[in-house]
Structure formats: structure tokens, C-alpha cells
């Protein structure tokens, strides 16, 4: 019971992974849910009027809201967020300098704003109504917002597209529908760091236009993994049949372990206070369970950031902090040497 309501709590199980392209939603569109207007500054988590990089980063937070019956929400829809929740404000903001800062130092960052669904009600509808939903509000949001920043503020930059959890399964519809019906703007796309869910070898056989990584410089390629220890509690509901995962050290999907040595440093969130930690977390393919194994002593983490026993979702990009940011680097010089 712990452990499914530990799993409840958070983005997990939206299982049915976008497969089938589908129609770009815009927001003057007659025929589907009405898109956030992001040409106001107040819907971006991260805007820039004037890039000062090369390249820009088109980031998607994870879940950062849950339904709360005491809080007002709309009432055409409880179980979606307003765009201006104050809760989900401030969780996107603490996923903000959780993930994207690692690539601050690489990109101009662009994050909307976007409705999220919450995950408790998704897990209690059958699969189909899960995809319908997800499929709605959230995903036109999304859409909306990643065709107004191509439009009006990428200006031909290459870009990295960066997401978690909830983030990451919108960005797989992404890159399944809007990449396929927008080739010019996929050949600018340098890498899609989709981790916190799971990127599939079924995925891939419906999508060819796409590939995933084999090593640390190939570009136009996704780049996934979930994190989990050797053994966990029960079951992870992130982790799909076939999921791929590529080293957050070595960046190969071979099964060859990655030391604590080999590691350029984790960034761990202690309530609100980022903790640099060297030779910490370590790395290992599991192609069997499709994940990244890693052997931090569960010990030295913030207990409240727990999963479910060895499931390390909330560290995705902590324990590779680093790695994420010299590996985004590498392939940035890689893509604009072409």
C-alpha cells in the first residue's frame, strides 16, 4: 500500500506511449481544447527576448501539481490545473534549478507554463481515457507552445529538447507527431534528453524518423534512462516493456559498469539547498530491466524524495548533474561544426 500510494503521488503510469501521429493543436483551433495564449511573457517559466548563446533549450518540467479539494481549481475540469496554479508554479520553478540549470551554461532556456494532469485521477481511469486526457489540455498546451517558440524566438537556432516524467511522455508525442510533420525544424534538433520515462524499441519501430543515442557526440538523437538501484520495492510503473537506457557516465548502452570516479559530480536538492557531491553516484545499463543502475547509499539522500524503495526517479538528473551538462556541451560543438 506504501508503495502504490508513493507511486499515486507522482507522474507515473500514462502507458499507452504515443504511438499514431496526430494533429498539431494550435490556439485557433475550433475542434480541440483551447491552447494557453503564450504570446504573454507571464506564461513562460523561462523566456529570452535576445539569445546570447548558439543553441537553445526547449525544457518541460515534470509533474508539479496534485489535485487538492480544498484549493480551488476549474470547475469545467478538477483534475487539470489552471495555467496560473500556485502550486504548480512553484513545483516547476524547484524542477527549474533541479534539471534545466544543468543546462543553463550550454543554452538559451525556454519552459512554458503548461496545465498538467493530475497523475491520482489518470491511474484511477482505464488506459484509453488515461490517453484521451493527456492528449487534451496538456498536449495542445505543449504544442501550442513549442510552435510559438519556433515561430517567434528560436529564430534557426539549433535547440536540445529537455523533459522528466510527465514532461517527458508530452515530449514523446513531440517528437513522434510534431517532429514527423515538421522535418526542417527535427533537422535542427540536437538531442532530446527524454529521461524519467520510457523511450521503447516498439516506440521506435513506429516512429523510423527517429533514432536513439549509441554514443556521447551523435546528434538528432533521444537520449533516456530511468534510475533505479539494484534491487526496488515492488514494481516501477515508469519502466515500460522494451524500454531502452543509455549510460549517464559513458553514454554507450553497453552494460559495462561506469565507477564513482568516472563521474563528473551530482547536484542533490536538500530542501532547497543544492549539494555538490563528487565520486558519488556510479552508473550501469541493465538492458534486461531497461534502466540505469546506480549504487548511492540511499542513506545520504533526502528521505522525502523517495519512490518507492530503490527507485530513484526524483534523482534522474541529479546523480548526472554534471555528466548531463558536459555531455549536452559535447554534442552542441558536434551539431554546429557540421
Not at 481544447?33 to 504570446?39: E, I, L, Q, V
Not at 546570447?52 to 525544457?59: A, C, E, N, P, T
Not at 525556454?110 to 493530475?118: E, I, K, S, T
Not at 539522500?301 to 548531463?324: E, M, Q, R, V
Amino acid at each position: 500500500m506504501k508503495t502504490r500510494l508513493l507511486i499515486i503521488v507522482l507522474w507515473v503510469s500514462f502507458t499507452l506511449v504515443a504511438c499514431g501521429a496526430g494533429k498539431m493543436y494550435t490556439a485557433d483551433s475550433t475542434s480541440e481544447p483551447k491552447a494557453t495564449d503564450y504570446s504573454k511573457p507571464e506564461r513562460w517559466l523561462s523566456l529570452h527576448y535576445s539569445a546570447v548563446k548558439d543553441v537553445d533549450v526547449f525544457y518541460i518540467y515534470p509533474t508539479s501539481w496534485q489535485n487538492d479539494p480544498k484549493v480551488p481549481n476549474e470547475k469545467s475540469d478538477p483534475y487539470v490545473c489552471r495555467i496560473d496554479n500556485p502550486s504548480m508554479l512553484t513545483g516547476s520553478k524547484e524542477a527549474f534549478e533541479s534539471q534545466a540549470t544543468a543546462f543553463e551554461t550550454v543554452g538559451n532556456i525556454y519552459a512554458p507554463y503548461y496545465r498538467q494532469v493530475d497523475a491520482g485521477y489518470a491511474l484511477s481511469l482505464e488506459i484509453e481515457k488515461r490517453d484521451e486526457m493527456i492528449r487534451g489540455i496538456p498536449k495542445t498546451d505543449v504544442f501550442t507552445a513549442f510552435d510559438f517558440y519556433i515561430k517567434h524566438y528560436n529564430k534557426g537556432r539549433p535547440f536540445f529538447l529537455v523533459s522528466h516524467s510527465q514532461g517527458t511522455l508530452l515530449m514523446i508525442f513531440l517528437l513522434s507527431e510534431y517532429m514527423k510533420e515538421n522535418p526542417e525544424v527535427y533537422k535542427r534538433m540536437i538531442a532530446a534528453y527524454a529521461i524519467g520515462y520510457s523511450i521503447t524499441k516498439d516506440f521506435l519501430a513506429k516512429n523510423p524518423h527517429l533514432k536513439f543515442a549509441e554514443g556521447p557526440a551523435d546528434t538528432g538523437v533521444i537520449i533516456s534512462y530511468n534510475t533505479e538501484a539494484p534491487t526496488i520495492e515492488g514494481t516501477s510503473f515508469l519502466v515500460l516493456p522494451g524500454a531502452i537506457a543509455i549510460n549517464p557516465i559513458t553514454w554507450t548502452r553497453e552494460e559495462i559498469p561506469a565507477t564513482i570516479e568516472e563521474s563528473l559530480g551530482s547536484r542533490i536538492d536538500f530542501n532547497g539547498t543544492y549539494v555538490d557531491k563528487f565520486k558519488y553516484a556510479d552508473a550501469r545499463v541493465d538492458k534486461k530491466r531497461g534502466v540505469v543502475i546506480c549504487n548511492v547509499d540511499p542513506t545520504t539522500l533526502p528521505a522525502k524524495t523517495h519512490w518507492a524503495k530503490g527507485i530513484y526517479h526524483t534523482h534522474d538528473y541529479g546523480f548526472y548533474y554534471y555528466n548531463l551538462r558536459e555531455n549536452a556541451a559535447k554534442r552542441a560543438e558536434k551539431f554546429l561544426s557540421k
